[in-house]
DNA sequence: TCTGGGGTCCTAGGACCC
DNA sequence: TCTGGGGTCCTAGGACCC
């Protein structure tokens, strides 16, 4: 049966996010900043308006924004994380079939609602007023439709937030007006490619033969212009499957000599990581650990840089992760270079509760879950970092930029917003 | 001088997404 | 001088097995 797929994707979020709790901002042009300050990954619509790019790194737009007096925020996830889920948890009052597909975007099955626009439109104005962010929704036989028609609600304003494909001359007519690149699935390379092939339109490749886009676009291409032609390849999850990889890496603030340093850094990540691991309930049964020095964070060979170690046994402790993880660093530590980057990726994890020891697997397992337990919920209730391990612990040279952090207004008691 | 074929699994790299 | 972080999937190639 044909299904009606609704895309909801909050309209400029983080930017959204800080408005919500200063409305001061509206009307005005802010960008928000990547970690360490590094790059512009989010920016109202004024802000667009002045020409700033997406991505641009912030000491090249830097003079943009100086002259319009655009405001500025480093990047704060525990307040964009915290909002996401207000969102959705307005969302679940409305309707049962919803995907979180990103932190500020979620899918919908709206088959079996009698009238999916007006439904539609009654879920963009609860979200706007009950959580001040405001959102568009797009619809579509199948997901890569409702992006498209997302797109087209946020570009036209007449729609007021909400558009529907539903009749074929629609159907053309938005696929026609719509860059190949703009297309969910279709990114710089592809697009390159296309171009050289005078394909620019989503339409145009909605035409092509199946063999043609196959044996030039992989089967990833096939499926796009299937979905575009309205018929669905990308299955509609309500369930999330289980995830393959935990990564937790940063760059630094600034250039580290120092072995410690380097330690301490990967200890600091390696304990985010245990602590997302444990929250899902799984355990690892490796990880890759890389270390990046100053060339390779300009773009220069990573040659040696990343070392894939096994435990002993699938973990989540804190301890067993640092202990591996710190030696394969130390591995690739050389005195004198200069370190930028370095990070780890949890790999082949398994649910906790299906895991049985083997015979030879002698760690005592309860005592070493009864201490992470009390450390995850010590800094649960008292706040992250309350309880640490001591290699994470030290001068902390590596610790990012973050100069224009924003509040925690949703999360902190002391940065709650006052109303004065 | 001559040197098979088919299958699986793993990994690295590249593409995409937000 | 200063350029993010966290995910997914696909493909090709190597190792290994029978």
Redo the contacts with the bound molecule.
Sequence with gaps: MEKIIALL?CNN?YASCERAFNPALNGKPIVIL???D??I?ARSNEAKALGIPM?E????AKHIIENNNVKVFSSNYTLYGDMSARVMATLAEFVKDIEI?????AFIDLTNYPEPEKLANTIRQSVGKWTGIPVSIGIGQTKTLA?AANRVAKKYKSYNGVFRIDAEERRQKALKSMHVGD?????????KKLASCNINTAYDLSIQPDNWIKSNL???GLRTAQELRGNACIEFEETP?A?????????FGGTVFEHQGIKEALSN?AE?AAV?LRGDGLLAK?A?VFLYH?LV??GGSNHNS?I?VEFDYPTDSTCEIIKATSAAISSMFVAGMGY??C?L?L?GLINKAGFTKDLFDNRNLHKQDSVMQAMDYLNNSMGSGTIMLASSKGKGGWV?KKDNKSFCYTTRWDELPVVH
């Design positions: 994707d979020f990547s970690n360490n590094g790059c990954i991505g790194p912030y000491f090249k597909y990103s932190i500020d975007e992006k297309v969910w699935g279709i990114g710089r390379q592809i697009n992989t089967i990833c499957e995830r393959k990889s935990i990564v937790v890496s940063r760059s990540f985010r997302k490796r890759q100053e964070a300009r990343t894939t930028k980057k990070g990726v790999l990012a």
